[in-house]
Structure formats: C-alpha cells, structure tokens
C-alpha cells in the first residue's frame, strides 16, 4: 500500500511562488512514476506534471509549462512541484499521485494512489 501525503499549499499573491511536497510512504513507491494534479471548484481534476522514476522523463501541461517545475529525490523518497509566477486561475486542490509504472502519463485513470490534496489559493 502507497499513501501520499501532500503539503506547502497556502495563500500566496499573484506572481509568488510556492513548492508543494509529496511524501509517498510504503514498499511500493520503488519504480513508480509520479504525478502532481489540481481540482478547481466545479471543475474536474485535471493533469499538472508527471515525473518518470529515473526523473529522466517530464510532462506538463500547457497551462503550467515554464512556470512549474516537477523534481523527484529518490534517495529522500520526495517529490516536489515548485510553483513560478503564480497566476489566481492555479487556485485549486493540489493532488499528489503514483501510479504502477515508471513511465509518466497525463492520464488520471492510469494512476493508482493518491493524496488527500493541498490548497493553493492564489490571490489576485
């Protein structure tokens, strides 16, 4: 069994910048990939950025690219989602997520466990 836990979520202004941590706990995080996911009020869970376990492998989404940064320490068992020039639309629920594989994916089926999520709001 895998259990996420997310933290660092908070109120910050436009433009601030923010880390969100996830610490997976259990035998299982060895060779899985992770991936960070945000849910707005009213609106589905959506796909942020997604790590492979070598770190080898990254995605983001449109929305985030240049301004998130996904990081992994294996050797910590940690994974990182730094926040760049904050805008009031990231305000959302914050979800860490592994799943079964090493390789990254975009899709929130194919992930297996997740967080109970942080809160980032972003204030205009």
């Known amino acids: 069994q895998v259990q996420l836990v997310e933290s660092g979520g908070g109120l910050v202004q436009a433009g601030g910048s923010l880390r969100l941590s996830c610490a997976p706990s259990g035998r299982t995080f060895t060779s899985r990939a992770m991936g960070w996911f945000r849910q707005a009020p009213g609106r589905e869970r959506e796909f942020v950025a997604a790590?492979?376990?070598?770190?080898?492998?990254?995605g983001y989404a449109d929305s985030v690219k240049d301004r998130f940064t996904i990081s992994r320490d294996n050797a910590k068992n940690m994974v990182y989602l730094q926040m760049n020039s904050l805008k009031p639309e990231d305000t959302a629920v914050y979800y860490c997520a592994a799943r079964s594989g090493s390789a990254i994916s975009s899709q929130l089926r194919s992930y297996d466990y997740w967080g109970q999520g942080t809160q980032l709001t972003v204030s205009s």
């Open positions: 790590i492979s376990w070598s770190g080898a492998s990254i």
